[in-house]
T-cell receptor
């Protein structure tokens, strides 16, 4: 089945530094990637939608200069948390839409990244 | 407005007894509906999906769900709970006019007692 590999699975960084999270589609081409944020005991909140080769579309309230998304190829999308602060500590998950021609096979999720900013 | 509501934030059952996790959606459009399971600090795993084919959908690990348009519901059931079923469950919906965006329910935490 379609697999999205997300790295790192966890990261601890100092306040003010930047952290990059990668999501790779291993056996399919991900033209659309979604980035979510999840706080403890809460649901997933969509941060942005990225399409290969174009600028990401951010949800209301998400700072695009803080959460940089790059989707330069059909198999790789990255989320960079710039100048991280403790309030950015969260669980970040990517998801890709799996399509084949005109058919939509659904969505597959990465395993998530636990970010802790100290 | 389009939305999805999981009616229970927490459900507790005994091992071997049935599981019912409730989900309702609100929209005038035809939805695609999914149930995902999430174990602690893990990503989401698809249990099953409804995309306008059969209304009774069978998924992995013995789970199934029935799409009832008249009730705008998509409840998840399993005849007999196993300890390994303890996890967070999300009902998720998308609509053709949403550009592929998923709308997540609030989640239901399932506890299974021995």
């Amino acid at each position: 089945g379609a697999v999205v590999s997300q790295h790192p699975s966890w990261v601890i960084c100092k306040s003010g530094t930047s952290v990059k999270i990668e999501c790779r589609s291993l056996d399919f081409q991900a033209t659309t990637m979604f980035w979510y944020r999840q706080f403890p005991k809460q649901s997933l909140m969509l941060m942005a939608t990225s399409n290969e080769g174009s600028k990401a579309t951010y949800e209301q309230g998400v700072e695009k200069d803080k959460f940089l998304i790059n989707h330069a190829s059909l198999t790789l999308s990255t989320l960079t948390v710039t100048s991280a602060h403790p309030e950015d500590s969260s669980f970040y998950i990517c998801s890709a839409k799996v399509t084949g021609g005109q058919k939509n096979y659904g969505y597959t999720f990465g395993s998530g990244t636990r970010l802790t900013v100290v | 407005a389009q939305s999805v509501t999981q009616l229970d934030s927490h459900v507790s059952v005994s091992e071997g007894t049935p599981v019912l996790l409730r989900c309702n959606y609100s929209s005038s459009y035809s939805p695609s509906l999914f149930w995902y399971v999430q174990h602690p600090n893990k990503g989401l795993q698809l249990l099953l999906k409804y995309t306008s084919a059969a209304t009774l959908v069978k998924g992995i690990n013995g789970f199934e769900a029935e799409f009832k348009k008249s009730e705008t519901s998509f409840h998840l059931t399993k005849p007999s709970a196993h300890m390994s079923d303890a996890a967070e469950y999300f009902c998720v919906v998308t609509f053709y006019n949403q550009g592929g965006k998923l709308i997540f329910g609030q989640g239901t935490e399932l506890s299974v007692k021995p």
